[in-house]
């Protein structure tokens, strides 16, 4: 098998080199150029699938519900500590244990207004409004909007609350919260964001009036206690008077009573601040065991091993450092023995704030238990609160520790005194418990004074700065980018669907198809459609006979399709200039491909290099070529291989070219093909002819013409475009290459270039290189 690669001689069929390119880059370079004219031979599908898609996206832009959306701000303060936590005095023990001066930030407040209580409140107030200034119903309460506007339950109107709710800082330097929410109306969107500013600054100043009222009940109850004892021990004193007539006690006397009855002041306010600590301690538990039953007792076990020993320390301190001052009333906190004892309980409270910080740190076993008690709105009250039961714990023991310490003072110094004289005693006991009672009533009056102005001046953290208005504009849905997204996604289909269809399309759709085969292509005919002058299917008279248009190098000699077949015959004939290709046999893989056509337009071109040509139609099934010449069939091959001296052949209306047409249906056409009669008769004319052109049935479904591979010159395969199989091509090129025939190369028929895949200028080449032809004629 021979192929002259020369395209100034035939039909070029291989790709173009380019020097100096890697083979790689021509290749890709190919591949996109081939994509591109997929693309633009199907951008009517691509241009279609895209509006299809585009005009989906207006369409569910246009039915989705407008959302609004409004924004109001709120400043809120920060407020500092107002009692630093040292000491046990009666305003230090109501700090640590209810909150009384305690400081906030902006962090704990975005935590309250991110609540449960507060979502729950503003769905209360939201579901007695029901209704914006214009009487409709806001969509938060409708149970399904916009189809059922029953009113939903309270959880689900709080449950939606916190999804749409939206609380940020703008600038971390500013004490500024931005609230945004979103609705279907705007009126709602501007109406919950104010209601959430005002229930907000509501709930900030209950919380912090609440903390107050309960340590002025405390307060309340301790004075009122400490005035019954202080009426009680009076009466008693004046009663002891009047009847014993003693006044006053000498002086070492007066100094064991002032001894005892300082310690029993101090003993009193250990009592009270333990009573203080016990109660905020069960406070706090009981806060942890409502968020989970038993976290109490989970932070106890965890904590108490690990700061026990730094309370025993602190309570030593704390002890040693009373003893001193007891036994030397007189000196100043500066003495240096003081100093170093307090800087010691300075660095064992830095110790035990330090411990605790580590084990309430993120990623401490205790810290991850407690993450797992609650979502992530409660880990930091979690954590907030184990911190203050830390403190109050330490608190707790430092002052148990000071008690113990104060009872055995106080019982040394007891003893002193039981010697004195039993009236001495009697008034010394009298005038110490009025003492005693008289300072811790008034130091219990004066805080409960200053618990009572504070409790009225108490307001909320946040102050409302710019209310929220309704919005004019929606935020959602955005109808630009649905669209823009829309025509995207329809392009990326089209193009998927495209691509995908052309890949498991196995029509033979352009030459480069052809070209995979391994055979060389001998010529692409174009379709009819391309001069759209002549109807194949129609026919016209040349003198007294009927001839199908569909020869139309004999009708049209510069249409671009004669054209085409003269290449052919150039590409036929140089395909081995060292054979003369004399005897041609024309077959194709399936019927309808156009090959007879083909074998009668080859047969014309031949004749104009004054060649005489024989057509044999040997398709004994469908005979075509008497119709194409508008000849009759019989007296045909037939009727000469029964009688040998029957001449059949007929002279056709192109001149130098006889044809030989079937003659009468034979019932075994194998056997017709087989015989030596019909290789007689083509070795009889083989001499008379420049070249015989036998029109065989389709190779690739009959293999009748099997036998006439050894008579032959040369083997033209015919494949029709957009009709051919690639499976049906392959399958006849290996069967006849298995019967090792000189398949001279394969021709394309009714190739359209405005459908084809080959590169995207084949149309325009076709319309640039003939339409001058057009205009010419």
Do not use: C
Request: hydrophobic share 35%; glycine share 6%; proline share 4%.
């Amino acid at each position: 098998m021979h192929f002259n690669g020369n395209s100034s001689n035939g039909y070029n069929s291989g790709y173009s080199s380019l020097e100096n390119e890697p083979d790689s880059y021509v290749e890709k370079e190919i591949d996109l150029l081939k994509i591109f004219n997929i693309l633009l031979l199907h951008k009517w599908v691509l241009i279609g699938i895209t509006f299809l898609f585009t005009i989906l996206a207006v369409i569910f832009s246009l039915i989705q519900t407008p959302i609004y959306q409004s924004t109001g701000t709120l400043i809120v303060s920060e407020s500092k500590n107002r009692y630093s936590y040292a000491g046990a005095g009666i305003e230090n023990l109501l700090t640590s244990t209810y909150g009384i001066g305690v400081g906030s930030t902006i962090a704990n407040e975005l935590q309250i207004m991110k609540s449960r209580k507060l979502s729950y409140d503003l769905a209360e107030r939201i579901n007695e409004e029901e209704f914006d200034q214009y009487g409709r119903k806001f969509p938060i309460l409708w149970r399904a909007y916009p189809e059922d506007s029953t009113t939903t339950s309270l959880d689900t109107v709080a449950m939606r609350y916190r999804e749409l709710i939206r609380f940020s800082e703008p600038d971390p330097e500013a004490d500024i919260v931005s609230i945004s929410f979103e609705s279907p109306l705007p009126t709602e969107a501007s109406s919950i964001i104010n209601m959430t500013m005002d229930t907000y600054s509501a709930l900030s100043t209950e919380q912090n009036r609440t903390m107050a009222v309960s340590a002025l009940e405390f307060l309340r109850t301790e004075r009122a206690k400490l005035e019954s004892e202080l009426v009680s021990t009076e009466d008693s004193l004046q009663k002891f008077m009047n009847r014993t007539l003693l006044i006053a006690v000498d002086p070492q006397a007066e100094e064991i009573i002032s001894t005892i009855a300082s310690l029993e002041v101090e003993k009193q306010k250990l009592e009270v601040g333990l009573v203080a600590v016990k109660s905020g301690i069960a406070q706090y538990e009981n806060q942890l065991n409502e968020i989970k039953p038993g976290l109490a007792d989970q932070y106890s076990d965890a904590i108490g091993p690990v700061i026990e020993r730094y309370q025993y320390a602190l309570a030593e301190l704390e002890t040693n450092k009373l003893l001193y001052l007891t036994k030397n009333p007189d000196i100043s906190e500066s003495n240096p023995e003081i100093v170093r004892i307090e800087n010691e309980i300075a660095k064992v409270k830095q110790q035990i704030k330090d411990r605790t910080n580590n084990l309430l740190s993120s990623g401490s076993d205790l810290y991850l238990s407690f993450m797992g008690s609650g979502d992530g709105t409660l880990t930091q009250r979690i954590s907030e609160i184990s911190q203050k039961l830390i403190e109050l714990k330490v608190e707790q023991a430092q002052l148990e520790t000071q008690e113990t310490v104060i009872s055995e003072r106080y019982s040394e110094v007891n003893n002193r005194f039981e010697e004195l004289p039993d009236e001495i005693i009697q008034l010394a006991r009298l005038k110490r418990n009025v003492r005693v009672n008289e300072e811790m009533y008034l130091q219990v009056s004066a805080q409960f004074s200053e618990m009572s102005l504070w409790e009225k001046t108490q307001f909320g953290l946040g102050r409302p700065l710019d209310y929220a208005i309704p919005a004019k504009e929606p935020i959602k849905p955005k109808k630009k980018i649905i669209v823009v997204i829309g025509f995207m996604l329809g392009g990326i289909v089209a193009v998927g669907f495209i691509l995908i269809r052309e890949t498991i399309n196995d029509t033979i759709t352009s030459t480069d198809v052809l070209k995979d085969f391994g055979k060389p292509v001998l010529g692409a005919i174009p379709d009819f459609s391309i001069i759209g002058e002549l109807d194949p299917n129609e026919r016209q008279y040349i003198g007294e006979k009927s001839v199908s248009n569909q020869l139309i190098t004999l009708f049209d000699h510069i249409s671009p399709i004669s054209e085409a077949y003269r290449r052919l015959r150039i590409n036929v004939v140089y395909a081995n200039p060292d054979k003369e290709y004399k005897i041609l046999m024309v077959s194709s893989a399936a019927k309808g491909e156009g090959k007879s056509t083909v074998a009668a337009n080859l047969a014309v071109t031949f004749t104009g290099s004054e060649k005489k040509v024989l057509i044999i139609d040997l398709d004994l099934r469908r005979p075509t070529q008497h119709k194409i010449f508008g000849e009759n069939k019989e007296p045909g091959l037939s009727d000469a291989l029964f009688d040998a001296t029957k001449d059949v052949r007929l002279s056709t209306v192109a001149p130098n070219v006889d044809l030989i047409t079937v003659g009468h249906k034979t019932p075994e056409p194998a056997s017709v093909l087989d015989s030596k009669r019909l290789k007689q008769l083509i070795d009889k004319y083989k001499s008379e002819y420049d070249h015989i052109i036998l029109d065989t049935a389709p190779y690739g479904i009959i293999s009748d013409s099997a036998s006439l591979l050894r008579l032959i010159d040369g083997l033209i395969v015919v494949s029709r475009f957009n009709i051919t199989t690639k499976r049906e091509l392959k399958f006849t090129l290996d069967g006849l290459e298995h019967l090792n025939a000189d398949v001279l190369g394969i021709v394309l028929n009714a190739f359209n270039p405005k459908k084809s895949t080959d590169y995207y200028t084949n149309y325009n080449y076709y319309k640039r290189t003939y339409s001058e032809y057009y205009k010419y004629r």
